[in-house]
């Protein structure tokens, strides 16, 4: 008997001696094409990328919505719950590392059919009904020799720290989508304040080429133009309500709220443009949640490729148990009632016929197609920032270029509506300076706000510090979830 304990005892040291043998490649980030800068010039744009930037609005109002949105949003709770879900599974496969201590008792009673035996055997016969007690502590451990266990904790430790970035790319999206909504909220705003005041204007000149009609000083032909144009105006405003009720329901979803109107606070000319946030496209790979995300999921497939490679060699578990055994409860814990045992037990396969190789196979194509996903994801990424750098420069010039189209046409319409009024020129001319005078002030106040709803993506795009910042506005249940494992440290030996 302690030839075998010594035996197992050996065993056991020498699978620890080689525990830090495992199985597949040890990840290293691939290398990737960088570009060295982005299309426009950034020799104006600021170190703002790590700021809570929506407060370069100097809008109070627009703080609150993001608070709130931060604290109730149901997105954001939902990532929440998956990052604890991952952090169980990574708990629970890293558990398998470690010994497993459990413990059970029994009592139990019972009678079989009687039987006549010769008084003189009697005691050479379990008493019938019998009694019996135990009670028991075991153990059970597989040695990881291969590292199995070591690259499937590897994994799930990868795909906790992908589900936090998908958190925080939640947080991301969440914060640019309410700036942007509250954005195009207000410039809806000043598009129906611009339909309602030319709406008025028209409405004035409806009664005043009615009554010169009756006097006979213009046409009926005048009369009808006059009308037309005040039509038109109308039908612009129930689309734009309809535009503003329909943003509002959106914001109110992503506040956590029900449907229903918002505060505004400053109006659109008034909401402050922020500054254009520095990065170089390699910094790209280490504050975008999406490119941290994919860079986990690889290292999650690429552990998965050493767990499959470790399936071809032999399992070695090692299992005890310790107790007592009696038939009288008041025994169980005497000396003689101890029961002990002790096993090793290895398993390996022979003949899989592929189920081993298929694994392997599977795991294989699962990193390569995480590594396609890595790279595609940097790819996008570049792009999103040079097209948001862009859009916001082109932006800014229409909107130079609008304002002074809208100059221009104001006073195209004043002198023709001077010009009609001194018989110089039909009233034609002041209806066509009027019907280019009004698209082109509700397109100014569109260019407006896509001005700084640029200004959002750029800051989406580059992402930054700024996810952090927001995090900590998040609830107590949605802060920083896994603050231990944000190192990208291989998990430690476990001897």
Known sequence: MRRVLICVVILGLAAALLAGCVMGPDYARPKVDVPAGYRIDLKAAADAANTAWWKQFGDPVLDALIDESLAHNLNLQIAVANVEQAAGVFTQTRSQLFPQVGYQGL????KTPDRNYPTEFAQLFPPNPSTAYQAALSASWEIDLWGRIRRLSESARANLLASDEARRGVILTLVASVATNYIQLCGLDEQLAV??????TYAESVKLFELQFQYGQVSQMNVAQAKSQYENAATQIPQIESQIAQTENALSVLLGRNPG???RGKSISALALPAVPAGLPSELLERRPDLLQAEEQLVAANAQI?????LYFPTISLTGA????SSDLSKLFTGPAR???YAGQI???????GAVSGQVAQAEAGAQAALYNYRLSIQNAFADVDSALVANQKLQEQVAAQGRLVDALSDYARLARL???GGYAPYSTVLQAEQSLFPAQLTLAAVRSQVLASSVNVYKAMGGGWVDLADKGTSPAGGPAVPALTDRNPLPPLF
Not at 195 to 200: C, D, F, R
Not at 322 to 325: D, R, V
């Open 107 to 110: 009592g139990e009673r019972a």
């Open 195 to 200: 339909a309602k005041s030319t709406l008025g």
């Open 261 to 263: 109107p918002i505060a």
């Open 306 to 310: 050493g767990a499959a490679k470790a």
């Open 322 to 325: 310790f107790g007592s055994a």
């Open 339 to 341: 029961t002990w045992s």
């Open 347 to 353: 398993i390996g396969p022979i003949f899989t016929f």
């Open 419 to 421: 010009q009609f009024n």
